[in-house]
T-cell receptor, first 116, second 112 residues
Framework: DTEVTQTPKHLVMGMTNKKSLKCEQH?????MYWYKQKAKKPPELMFV???????INESVPSRFSPECPNSSLLNLHLHALQPEDSALYLC???????????????FGSGTQLSVL | EDQVTQSPEALRLQEGESSSLNCSYT??????LFWYRQDPGKGPEFLFT???AGEEKEKERLKATLTKKESFLHITAPKPEDSATYLC?????????????FGQGTTLQVKP
């Protein structure tokens, strides 16, 4: 199984809503990532989890709250988002090799988020 | 500052018309250069990793090459199904957590 599964595929939410994005992988990868991608732009790193611990937060606003319940699951909790947060949210995973995260990222298909 | 620049931004080819995409980079110690393909509304799909100058990798109609300053993705006799955005990314020597630096991408359209 070389898939990273993301749910939901599409999400529309109001600025006062609370929602969560989910990501799952069963490749035994111990590094998991959240990326944000705006249209016609490259992915931007948001968070990195290494062995279920948050290792990188790219100065992301607190209305985005990541969670890694176990080595296979990654969540992104959303609260009080702004319309400019509308984007494709991508989850990715990778192995650790030689003490550092292997660079080959496996991406999910993403969640297309629209904030009204 | 680590930086990745891809050119051209967009490329239109006729089916069978070979061409190359460019990825220029400046990083503090290259640990790897990666090519991804991304279809609209989907996540990037891994294509190649190159680690050192002179290295080449091939997959079907695609061939990636690497020098000390840039990488090329050569597309030989492309087909319409090769239409996608191709992303180049680098991992610098200062990173140990897989933070890739992406270029802006080249959007390829192959017409039948």
């Amino acid at each position: 199984d070389t898939e990273v599964t993301q749910t939901p595929k599409h999400l529309v939410m109001g600025m006062t809503n609370k929602k969560s994005l989910k990501c799952e992988q069963h490749m035994g990868h111990r590094a998991m990532y959240w990326y944000k991608q705006k249209a016609k732009k490259p992915p931007e790193l948001m968070f990195v989890y290494s062995y279920e611990k948050l290792s990188i937060n790219e100065s992301v606003p607190s209305r985005f709250s990541p969670e890694c319940p176990n080595s296979s699951l990654l969540n992104l909790h959303l609260h009080a988002l702004q319309p400019e947060d509308s984007a494709l949210y991508l989850c990715a995973s990778s192995q650790f090799k030689g003490g550092s995260a292997n660079e080959k990222l496996f991406f999910g298909s993403g969640t297309q988020l629209s904030v009204l | 500052e680590d930086q990745v620049t891809q050119s051209p931004e967009a490329l239109r080819l006729q089916e069978g018309e070979s061409s190359s995409l460019n990825c220029s980079y400046t990083v503090s110690g290259l640990r790897g250069l990666f090519w991804y393909r991304q279809d609209p509304g989907k996540g990037p799909e891994f294509l190649f990793t190159l680690y050192s100058a002179g290295e080449e990798k091939e997959k079907e109609r695609l061939k990636a090459t690497l020098t000390k300053k840039e990488s090329f993705l050569h597309i030989t006799a492309p087909k319409p199904e090769d239409s996608a955005t191709y992303l180049c990314a680098v991992l610098s020597g200062s990173s140990n957590t897989g933070k890739l630096i992406f270029g802006q991408g080249t959007t390829l359209q192959v017409k039948p």
